[in-house]
């Protein structure tokens, strides 16, 4: 696993509170066979790493850096998150196959480890307990966000 990117000590307004955090019940087996099957991408800051629009199925956790997440809105472009080193992007598309629908931007130099649908398909196959971790725990994560998003109504 690599070196923090799972550490879950974090402060409760961490990217992983209300039950935002994923994949801490993996034993090391099960982490070796999902880091198999991860893909490490490298973007320098300013880069867009996914683009709203894109048709993309790649989930990809953040091993390193920071992020913001930029979409278009009724009152224009607008940020709907600053995220650090373990937080989640593109689950939405991963989940539901539909198109990008915000841009995430490299605010610093960032590192991920994505995980394309085919990918995930494998290990559904051949891992089922390790995607079926992976499947509701991001679920969790969309749930959590949604709850603070009605508390902020």
Same mark, same amino acid.
Request: cysteine-free; charged content about 35%.
């Given at each position: ?22 994949? %801490?019940?993996? @034993?090391? *087996? ?5 880091? &198999?099957?991860?893909? #490490?991408?490298?973007?320098?800051? *300013? ?11 790649? $989930? ?18 607008? #940020? ?5 080193? *373990? ?5 939405? &598309? ?13 605010? @610093?130099?960032?590192? @991920?480890? %994505? $995980? ?7 290990? &559904? ?7 079926? %971790?992976?499947?509701?725990? $991001?679920?969790?994560?969309?749930? *959590? ?9």
């Amino acid at each position: 696993m690599a070196p923090g990117l799972f550490d879950y000590d974090r402060p409760d307004d961490a990217p992983f509170a209300d039950g935002e955090r994923i994949l %801490s019940g993996l @034993t090391d *087996g099960e982490w070796r066979d999902l880091e &198999s099957r991860l893909e #490490r991408r490298r973007y320098p800051a *300013g880069v867009v790493i996914l683009r709203a629009g894109e048709d993309d199925r790649a $989930l990809h956790v953040i091993a390193s850096g920071r992020v913001e997440v930029l979409a278009e809105g009724r009152r224009g472009r607008r #940020r709907l998150a600053v995220l650090d080193e *373990g937080a989640v992007i593109g689950e939405m &598309s991963f989940l539901d196959g539909r198109r990008r629908s915000a841009d995430v931007v490299a605010l @610093t130099d960032v590192e @991920t480890l %994505s $995980l394309g649908f085919d990918r995930f398909l494998q290990l &559904s196959a051949w891992r089922p307990r390790i995607a079926l %971790s992976l499947a509701l725990d $991001l679920g969790r994560a969309l749930a *959590g966000r949604l709850r603070r998003s009605n508390r902020d109504v």
